[in-house]
């Protein structure tokens, strides 16, 4: 798990009043940084240009010509010409020993874009915009200095914003690195030390990013056990039961002691695998309850209420987010909601917390999460996205790790079941949720097929190899 931050100028401006580290320093150790990932990936007969930009971004950038002039054939590219304090140091020191500078673009084997940096936050001007969009046409290796230009402090993309294939960010990552735009963007992301150890430049914050070693999966250490002993999940099957059985064997699979679909149909008529139960009442020994999967119209807000009157762990999703009972459920402490977009958008005017459309939310999804959350403090929210939010209270997290394989009917009902089942087996709503996401996400990633292949019955049989 690391650390994510809204900004760092503050986390420079500590190290140099507590540990006496100059800007100078920093920016040293950022542009070393560069040029080690370089030389421990790119032969030295590459031929590399480092596009910069007037401002301190740009000042990385010529730090790194310099430290790279001599052992490759490296270029600089002036974008715009320095004009910060450090830019125009940079350019002494990179003329002294002659770095050659190059009137226009030209083919290479790695591109740097350092043009601007994550004080950005607007569009770009007609001269700029050209040069990205030729940086982006050519064909070579593609790094962002800190961040892609055109990524702004918020996480949107500008019009035109630079592809890179990898981003060597400085000193922390960024949450504007996280929105789902900028994932088509960022590439690989690593961080870069600026003279000290990460441990000692980061501060305290609320929000993290999950890595896939955080994944923990459902113990059955107790040898002296039975079924019962690993909790009792209960899925209402709704409408279309399709969903409600991919969910009841997700959770199966993922290690609940028993699993039972709870509806009004007579089951010999939905054809149900031998594996799941049936009822038309929750059973006395459930544990955990999921709803919403497939849910239609088959339950009024009345029946619902009967149905989940109770204090048990409850994990909502699909359906029951347009319907007014929600309300009434968001009470509850040990509930998790696990909306698209389309169904926060609906979430958040039935509470009358926002009225807008997905568009906004998707520019705006780490404020939104933050406004739901503070709203209401004892539920788990699970945003579906390319980059997953998770938050509870004050507590926020970012699954990173999913990929359009996922991009199908039917994922989203596994996960439900997946969360469902650890809720069942005595997780806690934000543990279940992060490692319920975790899981999911590793199970597309250890998909072997075409990224378009992926099935839902395919994660089912994949949990086993977890």
């Known amino acids: 798990m690391q650390k994510l931050f809204e900004e760092v100028g503050s986390l ?50 010529i730090a790194l010509a310099r430290l790279l002039h001599g052992d490759y054939n490296v270029s600089l590219f002036f974008v715009k010409e320095p004009k910060s304090h450090m830019a125009l140091l940079q350019e002494k020191r990179a003329q002294a020993i002659n770095v050659p500078i190059i009137p226009k673009l030209q083919e290479c084997n790695i591109f740097v874009d350092a043009i601007v940096g994550t004080g950005f936050d607007g569009e770009f001007n007609e001269k700029i915009t050209t040069v990205l969009e030729k940086m982006n046409t050519l064909e070579a290796f593609k790094i962002a200095c800190d961040v892609p230009s055109g990524l702004k402090k918020s996480g949107e993309c500008a019009q035109t914003t630079f592809h890179a294939d990898t981003t060597l960010t400085m000193g922390a990552l960024k949450k504007s690195l996280f929105l789902d735009e900028a994932k088509d963007y960022i590439g690989k992301i690593e961080v870069l030390d600026l003279g000290i150890s990460r441990k000692l430049y980061e501060t305290q914050t609320n929000w993290h ?21 690993f ?17 009841a064997l997700a959770g199966l699979r993922f290690g609940a002691g028993l699993v039972t679909l709870v509806g009004y149909e007579n089951h010999q008529m939905l054809n149900i695998p ?65 909306p698209h977009p389309k169904e926060f958008v609906s979430l958040l005017k039935i509470t009358e917390l926002a ?63 997946l969360i469902g089942s650890l809720l069942a087996q005595g997780k806690s709503p934000l543990d279940a949720t992060i490692h319920g996401s975790l899981a999911h996400t590793k199970l597309a990633q250890n998909y072997t097929g ?12 994949g949990i086993g190899n977890l």
Do not use: W
């Open 12 to 61: 420079d401006a500590r190290c140099y009043e507590e540990f006496f580290l100059s800007e100078d320093i920093l920016m040293e150790h950022a542009a070393q940084g560069m040029a080690s990932y370089i030389k421990n990936n790119f032969s030295n007969n590459e031929k590399i240009i480092i596009a910069v930009g007037s401002g301190n971004n740009g000042a990385d950038g």
């Open 209 to 229: 990013l999950l890595d896939l070693d955080d994944l923990q999966l459902p113990l059955r250490a107790q040898q002296n056990s039975y079924k019962g002993s």
């Open 231 to 247: 909790g009792h999940l209960a899925v209402l099957c709704g409408e279309k039961p399709g969903a409600c059985v991919m969910s």
């Open 274 to 338: 031998h594996s799941l139960m049936y009822a038309h009442a929750l059973p006395s020994n459930t544990t955990a309850i999921a709803c919403g999967m497939g849910l239609g119209v088959e339950f009024s807000d009345n029946e619902l209420r009967n149905f989940l009157d109770n204090d048990l762990a409850l994990i909502i999703d699909a359906d029951l987010f347009s319907m007014e009972v929600i309300l009434e459920l968001l009470e509850r402490k040990n509930i998790v909601l696990t």
């Open 355 to 417: 009225d807008i459309s997905v568009e906004e939310l998707q520019k705006k999804r780490f404020f939104y999460v933050e406004l739901f959350c503070k709203a209401y403090p004892n539920t788990t929210l699970l945003l579906k996205g390319a980059n997953v939010i998770i938050g509870s209270d004050n507590d926020f997290f970012i699954n990173p790790h999913g990929s359009s394989k996922l991009a199908k009917g039917g994922s989203g009902d596994v996960l439900s079941g």
């Open 450 to 461: 075409a990224d378009f292949s992926l099935t839902p019955e395919d994660l089912i049989q």
